[in-house]
């Protein structure tokens, strides 16, 4: 899918991130994970082309930067966190967090509620 001018924008942003925080990001493989304990991210996208997939590339990044004070704490803190930690970073660039954003925080929420509902093991 192409690339609009704003998903553009909002791509140098979050590269912008990546790199005050010394994060590299692996654009192309088939899951979305941050691994705070080697400095990478890894994304399903290959190119940012919704607000959804910025979002979740934000939140990635949360993982990241929230990591020293959350790694410690239940999976259900630490997924909580690293989305308040992307809607603030946006805030902070001038980015409204847009309905698609938040639809895809809820997504994510619910889908780790009912996995540890199930009572599988934390990660
Ligand atoms: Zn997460």
């Given at each position: ?30 899951v979305?994970a941050a691994d705070p304990f ?25 993982h ?6 959350t790694y410690l704490g239940p999976r259900r803190v630490r997924e ?31 889908a780790w509620?009912?996995h540890l509902?199930?009572?599988r093991t934390e990660r």
């Open positions: 899918m192409k690339q609009s001018d704003r998903h553009k924008r909002l791509t140098e942003l979050f590269c912008s991130l990546c790199e005050v925080n010394n994060i590299t990001v692996d654009w192309c493989v088939g979305n080697q400095d990478l991210i890894s994304l399903r996208c290959a190119t940012i082309t919704t607000d959804a997939e910025f979002a979740i590339a934000l939140h990635e990044l949360g990241h930067v929230t990591h020293r004070e909580r966190v690293a989305w308040e930690w992307s809607r603030e970073a946006c805030y902070a660039n001038d980015v409204p967090w847009t309905e698609e954003m938040t639809a895809v925080e809820s997504e994510c929420i619910e509620r009912k509902d199930q009572g």
